[in-house]
Nanobody, 120 residues
Framework: QVQLAESGGGLVQAGGSLRLSCAAS????????MGWYRQAPGKQRELVAT???????TYAESVKGRFTISRDNAKNTLALQMNSLTPEDTAVYYC??????????????WGKGTQVTVSS
């Protein structure tokens, strides 16, 4: 079983920065794609950014130029550097890893989420 744990959330003023981290534990053969998602109150969960096993990245239009996703394959960790935060970025942020297991294929694992609150 694989567990993911996010950290780094908190309260920050508009214009500030936060860095989120996500660490995986358990039996891991290979991690394919990794991603950050967020869910604001009353809204559906949305994709924020993804990074492939080849380190190719994608970003939601709303965070392009402000957020940077990165991964450390040796440590099975994922990070999200968030700059120029706005109140619209307030949400619970979740990490997701697609873990490849021989004979099983790719399985999605999610963290429990970390709260990011941006005050105006």
């Amino acid at each position: 079983q694989v567990q993911l744990a996010e950290s780094g959330g908190g309260l920050v003023q508009a214009g500030g920065s936060l860095r989120l981290s996500c660490a995986a534990s358990g039996r891991i053969f290979l991690i394919n794609a990794m991603g950050w998602y967020r869910q604001a109150p009353g809204k559906q969960r949305e994709l924020v950014a993804t990074v492939s096993s080849a380190s190719s990245t994608t970003y939601a239009e709303s965070v392009k130029g402000r957020f940077t996703i990165s991964r450390d394959n040796a440590k099975n960790t994922l990070a999200l550097q968030m700059n120029s935060l706005t109140p619209e970025d307030t949400a619970v942020y979740y990490c997701k890893f697609v873990v490849i297991t021989p004979g099983v294929g790719g399985v999605d694992y999610w963290g429990k989420g970390t709260q990011v609150t941006v005050s105006s």
